[in-house]
């Protein structure tokens, strides 16, 4: 009993690894993780798929993908409004790269993920990393494969943080799952699947609350720092970085990875941090600590900072 307890307790502790293809794409279909569906009222995690294309080894990276990313002929939205926080240079570039649209930044409790402190999660991002960068934060219904794919679904929010020090503080609902990521100085591209290639941070929000720095779409990506603040505020939190509690593609895998049983989940120990692995043998954990309310900071910053 108690070891059934536990083991279900630990099923449901999984901050999920994102899909790095796009399911429009061809290939084989592969769930890589499943969430425990045995109490789907206390916990939303969201299945996670991936198609595994065959020319995702043969991509050309680099400059030459990255030029041709960026071509007006992409944009599918416009930016003569914008939305509340978002630049209007920044928008451009977020229509340029493909990107479907400018991102809801809500003002007020839409009881998903909005611009403001009020709400029993708030997540502060802070630019630490000299040059300009946009936030750009996404909510994954469940059941929605295609929730990370930036020229798919339009995100929860797009912000811009032009400067070192620029700061903003979003609430985020319990019970819901999301992940986040940053373009760095206008110049980070979609990848040719349309997730941005950069680190990623996921949460899960409620009663097992989880959040982690991911490394599976681009192990070359730009540094961030998690920290984690319990339920009364107090400290002696996790931390989730680049090389702590963090997602990590394994040896051979490439620079991106996320089927089944190719990454891992490094250094993940002592006060709320959570690992654990799933019936399949891949990683699940994270950051824990603040189970229907907690505040955690992120600190973005670059190679040189
Ligand atoms: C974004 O706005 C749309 C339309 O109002 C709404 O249906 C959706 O739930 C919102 N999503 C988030 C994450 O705020
Ligand atoms: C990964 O992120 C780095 C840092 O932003 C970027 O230079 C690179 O182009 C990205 N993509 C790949 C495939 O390395």
Known sequence: ???????????QTAAYPIPNTRPSDVGPLQEIQTRSESDSSVWSGTREFMYVPSVLKTMPKGPENHNRARDTSLAQFSCSS?????????CVYMAEIGMLGQGNNSLEDNGLIWIGADGPNTFTFVNAADVPLILILWYAPQNDDQASFMNARVPAISYSLPNTGSAVELSVANGLSGAWSTIYDRSTALTAFGQVDNTFGEFSSGVYATVDVSRLVNMSGDPMTIMVSGESGGSGGCVSDMSTCVYTCDAGTGNSCGTERTYSLLNCGGPNAVKSMDSDGNPTGGCQGWSFGGHIDIVLTGPDS
């Open 1 to 11: 009993m108690v070891l059934s307890c536990l083991l279900l307790f630990i099923l």
């Open 82 to 90: 914008l939305v509340y926080g978002l630049s209007a240079a920044d």
